[in-house]
């Protein structure tokens, strides 16, 4: 079987869950994190169903947190990133360097 | 500051069973965000298209078959099992349309389709009932038939009346060895006249071996081979019932074979076909010492493997206890030609 491959906004979810940890990484912080690092508005309907996808590759894990009050005294679904989540990500970061490779010009220093 | 109820009442009924608190508990979050930010106004108005939004995706999602429980780290999904063989969910899909889109097309490959299993079943059954049939009784596979083959010519040689007392005293490795002759009888009653029929003349352990019981009274004993004993004959159930009119008191009426009488001792359930589809039968009282062997009459002999010895374990066993002369030899193979 082929490893499993990410598109683009997965990669960013999951780099995205691994800067933040098991701990803190969710939907809300995920989709706060990448507007804050890529300033793109990200709709958090995409980041939910794209974990939801993510998990079912087998790439994440996720559990229930403690609950809450700002959440109506409801739990967050924390997310932890599998080895073969590890693997993809850096397959997909690798393969958007090398093809930046070359273009200095037009991406500055890649890789 | 709660979310509104709508909002959180769709995100709920979307989200898949194992995201329902969260999800709620995120639009909850980014409520009180919101609201603390813009105002309850902005808040709730901003909320209500998030859960729109939120919602659309979960739909979309479960739609596109997406909202199955997640699986654990290494498991394999059908998808990925399709995926090896270069094959995808949307083939499937994509086959669909096509057989939706083109109904006569649709028609002619399932008839082609059910003409090429009939025809696939036919061939295989065909085959099954030539080459390797089975007998419709417990361990089938188990009963063999003991035949003498000329070995000048290959030819089946049904003289095997003093074979079989040899084979019985003998044989280690095959039980309950029985034989048989078919003779074509006239059955004569009072009431229904003659009519000829297909009987089977057999020992008692030739029809014990299915191990079937009989409908009405008894099966054949040993006792009924003696000389000099009664004669009996056991009926089946379509000649019960057509020729008696399937009397209950049938048992112990006297018939007539030919130039003996007989007592009815039993009928044999409906189906029973054994060895063949005999309509009667009657005890075999052949005496070897009454024929020289190169003219006795000619018999079937049949048995039942032993325990755990194969067909191939009792051909050796029987030729290390054969005694032949040079011209005959014997085979031992399943018996064919049963009726269910």
Excluded: C
């Excluded at chain 2, 003093?162 to 039980?175: G, I, Y």
């Excluded at chain 2, 020729?243 to 030919?258: I, K």
């Amino acid at each position: 079987l082929r490893d499993p491959e990410i598109a683009e906004f997965e990669l960013l979810v999951v780099l995205a869950a691994l800067r933040l940890g098991g701990q803190e990484a969710y939907t809300v912080a995920i989709a706060a994190d990448i507007e804050e690092r890529t300033g793109r508005s990200v709709r958090r309907a995409n980041v939910f169903t794209t974990l939801q996808r993510l998990e079912n590759k087998g790439l994440i894990s996720t559990r229930l947190g403690e609950a809450r009050p700002e959440r109506g005294g409801r739990p967050r679904r924390l997310v932890t990133v599998e080895r073969s989540g590890v693997e993809a990500a850096r397959a997909t970061a690798a393969a958007i360097r090398s093809m930046a490779r070359g273009l200095d010009d037009l991406f500055g220093e890649a890789g | 500051m709660s979310a509104p109820r709508w909002a959180r009442a769709l995100v709920r009924f979307l989200a898949p069973p194992h995201r329902k608190d969260d999800g709620v508990g995120d639009l909850e979050e980014m409520h009180s965000a919101r609201v603390e930010k813009r105002g309850r106004l902005v808040g709730a108005l901003l909320t209500s298209l998030e859960a729109v939004d939120v919602g659309t995706a979960l739909l979309w999602s479960r739609i596109r078959g997406r909202s199955t429980p997640p699986r654990r780290p290494g498991e394999v999904s059908a998808g990925d099992v399709l995926q090896g063989f270069g094959l995808s969910w949307l083939d499937f899909k994509l086959g669909l349309r096509m057989l939706v889109k083109h109904p006569g097309l649709t028609v002619v490959a399932t008839l082609a389709i059910a003409f090429g299993v009939a025809l696939g079943a036919g061939v295989s059954e065909f085959y099954r009932d030539m080459f390797r049939p089975t007998l419709p009784f417990p361990d089938a596979d188990r009963i063999v038939e003991l035949q003498n083959v000329d070995r000048s010519s290959g030819d089946p040689d049904p003289r095997a009346l003093h074979d079989f007392l040899v084979w019985k005293e003998a044989l280690r490795t095959v039980r309950e060895l029985g034989a048989f002759r078919t003779v074509h009888e006239n059955l004569i009653t009072k009431e229904g006249g003659a009519r000829p029929t297909v009987t089977a003349e057999m020992t008692a352990a030739a029809l014990a071996i299915p191990s079937v019981s009989p409908a009405l009274g008894r099966v054949l004993s040993k006792a009924d081979e003696e000389p000099g004993a009664p004669d009996v004959v056991l009926l089946s159930y379509p000649l019960w019932q057509g020729h008696f009119g399937g009397d209950p008191d049938v048992l112990g009426r006297t018939v007539r074979l030919a130039a003996r009488q007989a007592t009815v001792v039993g009928v044999m359930p409906p189906g029973f076909a054994w060895p063949s589809n005999h309509e009667m039968w009657t005890p075999l009282r052949l005496d070897p010492l009454n024929y020289r062997p190169e003219v006795s009459p000619g018999v079937a002999v049949v048995g039942r493997l032993a325990p755990r010895v194969s067909v191939e374990e009792a051909q050796a066993d029987s030729k290390k206890r054969w005694i032949s002369d040079s011209e005959i030899t014997w085979q031992l193979h399943r018996h064919g030609g049963i009726l269910p």
